[in-house]
C-alpha cells in the first residue's frame, strides 16, 4: 500500500460547508494542516529554518462563502493510496469540510496558474416577489448585455459583467428566490468582482429589496478556448 | 422544558472573526442538557481567542464534560460589533456548544484572570439577560459563580457574584456540580443551594459576611452570619497528574493568541518574588512527574494534530527535572517536525542554554524580566538574580545567534530612587555593547532590543500589600526620563498605560464599596478595558466621583500593619505576619531564599496542608 517511490502529488476536490464558511483562508489552511497530522498523512515539508509542509490551495475562499468546488495539491513523502486519503482525512475533517475526489500523480505546475475559471451559484430572495416571468427574462438579459437602448448610466458596468459571466443562468425556485450560476475568470487580474455585483444589482432593482441568502462556489476549470477542462486531468 | 437555541446566522453575516462564534471545534463536546443532571457555562470575560488561550478553561472543560452526568459548555465575551447585533435583535449571550441562551444552564461560572476584566463580567450578564446583583437573581436564574486569580480579592465584585471559588478548580467544580444536581432534584430553592454548597472547602459565599467601615474609610470589622466559616481556605490540588493527563485540549478554528498544545508542568513558584500575586496564591509549588507530561504530549498531539508544544508554568526552568524532560521530549518528536517552547525564562544562562537545546528552528526572541535596573531593588522585591548572572544571560542568547530580546521592567517599585532609573539605563546600554560584541556585522541590523515598562502595581496577599502605588505625576515623570534616556537605535520601548494601572490598582485592593462605581463605569460604556483602543480613564474616575471614591485611599495610600483587610477572609495559606515581615525585609533590602532550595521559609502554608516543600 505504501511505496517508496520519491515526490508523490496528491490532488484533491473537497468541499467547504455551513459554518465553515466562517473560517478565513488563513484559519483553514492550520486546521487542514492539523488533520493532516492527526491522519499521519506521510506529507513532505520544505527545508530550511521554518519548514513547512508542502500543502498549496488554487484560491482562497471569502469569509462567508461555500464551495463544492475547492482545489489542493499537496506533496507527500511516500506513495499514499487516493483512496485511502480520502478515508483517513475524512475521519479527521469536520462534518463540514470533506474531500471529495482525489487523483495522484508525479507532476504539476501550480493549481493557481492553471486554474482561470471558476462556476458560481448565487441565491437571491427577491422583495417583493416578482409578479411576472418577464421580469426575471429581462433582469436576464439585462446582466447578459443584451438590452440595447439602455440607459448610458448602466452602459459601463452592465458590458464590465456581461464579459465576465459566462454560461450565465437564472432559475427560479420560487417567485422570490433566484439561483444565479455563472462562470466567471479567476486569478488573471480579470476577476469578476462579486461585491461589485451585488452592489450593481441593487442599483438596476430599487424597486425590490434583495438579500444574498448564498454564494456557492461549485467548480474550478482551466479554460481553453470552448472547452472546460477539470483540474484532475491537469495532474500529469 | 422546551430549549430553543439562539440562531446566530442573521447575526454573524456583518461582524469581525464571525467563527468565533460558532463552536463546532474538535473535541468540543455536545451533551442534551435536559438529560444531564446538572449543566454550567463556563464563562470567559473576554474575546474566544483569548480565553481559548487559557488553560483553566481546558482543564475544568474536559474533567466536566468527562463526567456523565454533567455538562460544561462555553461562551466569551462578544466583541462590539457581535454586541450590537445582539441587542438590535434582542438576542441573549448564548454557549457555543448548543447556542442556547446562557441564562438556561444551571450554573454561569466566570474565569477572572485579572481586574480589568469586571465590566466585562457586567456586560455578560446583562447581555445574558440575568441582574447584575445577586440579591435581585431569583430561582430562575442560574447561580452566578466565579474562580481564577483575580478573585483572591473577590471584594469589589461581592455584590454580583452568587459564590466564589478560591483555588484549584479541579476537584471542587464536581463537588459543585454533585451538590447542584442532588438539591435540583430535591426542589431546594437557590439560596438552599448556595447554603449547602457554602460547607465545601474554599468556597466564599459574600452575603454570608458583613462588612463595617472605620469612620476613616477603613475595615473595622469582617462579620460572619450564623455559623459560616471565618475562613475561607483555598482549594489545593497536590497531584495535578491525576487531574490533567487525559486532557483533550479543544483546537479552535480560528486563530488564538496561543495557538499551540499546551501542558502544565508546574504549578506555583517558590521564587517568592515580593510583588508578584501568581506566586503566592499558587503555592504550593507541585510538579507533575516526567512520564505524565510525556504521555499528555504523546497523546494530545496525537488527538489535535497542533504542531508546537509549549511547557507551560511560571517558571518553566525551574521544574526539577526540565532538562531530563526536555531531553526525552527532542528525541520523541525528532522528525515530526514539532517545535517546543518554553516560556517563562529565567534570566539566567540556564535559561539560554536550554532554550537553544531544544533548537528552536528559528531564533526570533527570548523575553526576560528583570523588572529593576540595580541589584538594590531587585533585593528589595526579591528578585534574586545579580548583574552578572543578567549579562552572561544576555551574552549567552546573542552569542548563540538570538537577535531579538525582549525585557520588562517596572517603576514605582517601594524605595525607587533616582539611581534606580539610571540603573536601567546603564543595564541597557551594556546589553547593547554585548549585542554588538557578540553579534556578527551581516545579523547586526537585525538585532533589536524591545522593552516594556510598567508602573508598579500592588497587590494583595503580596509582602507589598501594604505600600501604596506612585502617583501618576510621580510614574509619568519616571517614564519620560527614561524615555529620553533610552532613545536610541536598535532600543524600542513600550509603556504600559499609567491610567490603566492606576485603575488596576484601585480595584485589585479595593472592597465593597467600590462595586457601584465598576457597575457605573460598566453603564457609561466601559468594557475591554485590557484593550488599549477601549479603555478609558475618564469614564472610570468619573465613576468613581459619582460613587464618592476617593481613588487615592486605595490606589496610592500606604496601609498600617495592623489594617485590617478586606480580602482576609480568604485564607491563601500564607500568615499576613510572614508577608509583614517580607515586607519589612524588602524596607531593609533582605532577600528570602527559594525555599526549595534552602529550606522552608514558614511563610504558613504547612499549617493547612503538608507542602510538598517543607
Known sequence: MVKNTGKVIIRFRFSKLKDLKYISHLDFVNLFIRALRRAEIPIAYSIGYHSKPKLSFAFALKVGWESVGEYGDIILDKYFLPEIFIKEMNNQLPKELRILNVKSGSFSKSLSSQINYAKYHLKLSFYPEFKKEQEIDSLKKLLEGKIKNLNNQYFKEVKYFSDRLVDFKIRNIHNNMLIFSFLTPIGSGDDLNLDSFINFLHLIKNEQKFILNRVLRVNMFRKEGNFLINPFSLLK | ?????????????????????????????????????????????????????????????????????????????????????????????????????????????????????????????????????????????????????????????????????????????????????????????????????????????????????????????????????????????????????????????????????????????????????????????????????????????????????????????????????????????????????????????????????????????????????????????????????????????????????????????????????DGIVYMINKILKIAKFEVSKNKWRRVKINITISPFCPKPFTPFQWVGQDSIKSLRKKMNYLSSRLRKRKVFIKFYNIGRSQIEAILARGDRRISKAIEIAWEMGCKFDNWAEQFSYNNWMAAFKKVGIDTYYYANRNRKEDEIFPWEIIHNGQKKEFLFNEYKKALNEKITPDCRLAGCNNCGLQEIIKCPIS
Open chain 2, 1 to 421: 422544558m422546551n430549549l430553543k437555541p439562539v440562531d446566530i446566522y442573521p447575526l454573524i453575516n456583518n461582524v469581525k472573526k464571525p467563527s468565533q462564534y460558532v463552536g463546532g471545534e474538535l473535541n468540543s463536546v455536545y451533551k442534551d442538557i435536559e438529560k444531564c443532571k446538572a449543566s454550567i457555562v463556563l464563562a470567559f470575560p473576554d474575546l474566544y481567542e483569548i480565553g481559548m488561550s487559557n488553560l483553566a478553561i481546558h482543564i475544568l472543560y474536559n474533567i466536566i464534560n468527562n463526567h456523565p452526568d454533567f455538562v460544561a459548555e462555553r461562551t466569551f465575551a462578544p466583541w462590539l460589533d457581535m454586541e450590537k447585533q445582539m441587542r438590535k435583535t434582542n438576542t441573549p449571550l448564548f454557549s457555543l456548544e448548543s447556542r442556547l441562551p446562557v441564562k438556561e444552564f444551571d450554573l454561569l461560572g466566570f474565569s477572572i484572570q485579572h481586574e480589568l476584566c469586571f465590566t466585562n463580567i457586567l456586560n455578560m450578564l446583562n447581555l445574558a439577560k440575568i441582574p447584575l446583583r445577586s440579591k435581585d437573581r431569583k430561582d430562575e436564574y442560574p447561580i452566578v459563580i466565579a474562580g481564577g486569580p483575580a478573585v483572591f480579592n473577590p471584594e469589589p465584585m461581592a455584590p454580583f457574584i452568587d459564590f466564589f471559588v478560591i483555588g484549584d478548580g479541579e476537584k471542587v467544580i464536581i463537588e459543585i456540580l454533585k451538590k447542584v444536581s442532588e438539591l435540583k432534584k430535591k426542589g431546594f430553592k437557590k439560596t438552599e443551594v448556595i447554603k449547602k454548597i457554602s460547607r465545601i472547602t474554599g468556597i466564599y459565599v459574600p452575603d454570608f459576611y458583613d462588612i463595617t467601615y472605620e469612620v476613616d474609610g477603613r475595615v473595622r470589622q469582617i462579620k460572619v452570619i450564623n455559623s459560616f466559616p471565618t475562613s475561607v481556605i483555598k482549594n489545593i490540588i497536590i497531584d495535578l497528574s491525576s487531574y490533567n493527563e487525559s486532557l483533550k485540549l479543544i483546537v479552535p478554528n480560528t486563530r488564538v493568541v496561543h495557538d499551540r498544545f499546551w501542558v502544565e508542568i508546574m504549578r506555583g513558584c517558590s521564587r517568592g518574588c515580593r510583588f508578584c500575586l501568581a506566586g503566592s496564591i499558587y503555592r504550593p509549588l507541585r510538579e507533575r512527574t516526567t512520564q505524565s507530561i510525556l504521555n499528555s504530549i504523546k497523546e494530545g498531539l496525537k488527538e489535535t494534530g497542533y504542531y508546537e508544544v509549549s511547557l507551560s508554568s511560571l517558571s518553566s526552568t525551574d521544574y526539577s527535572q526540565i532538562e531530563y524532560l526536555l531531553r526525552i521530549l527532542r528525541k520523541n518528536l525528532e522528525n515530526s517536525h514539532t517545535a517546543i517552547s518554553l516560556p517563562s525564562l529565567r534570566c539566567d544562562a540556564f535559561s539560554v542554554k536550554l532554550a537553544n537545546f531544544i533548537g528552536h528552528e528559528r531564533k526570533t526572541g527570548l523575553t526576560f524580566a528583570p523588572e529593576a535596573g540595580t541589584q538594590r531593588l531587585r533585593n528589595v522585591i526579591n528578585k534574586n538574580i545579580t548583574d552578572e548572572e543578567i549579562y552572561e544571560c544576555i551574552r549567552v542568547a546573542f552569542s548563540n545567534g538570538w537577535e531579538k530580546i525582549k525585557l520588562y521592567f517596572m517603576v514605582g517599585l517601594p524605595t525607587e530612587e533616582q539611581d534606580d532609573l
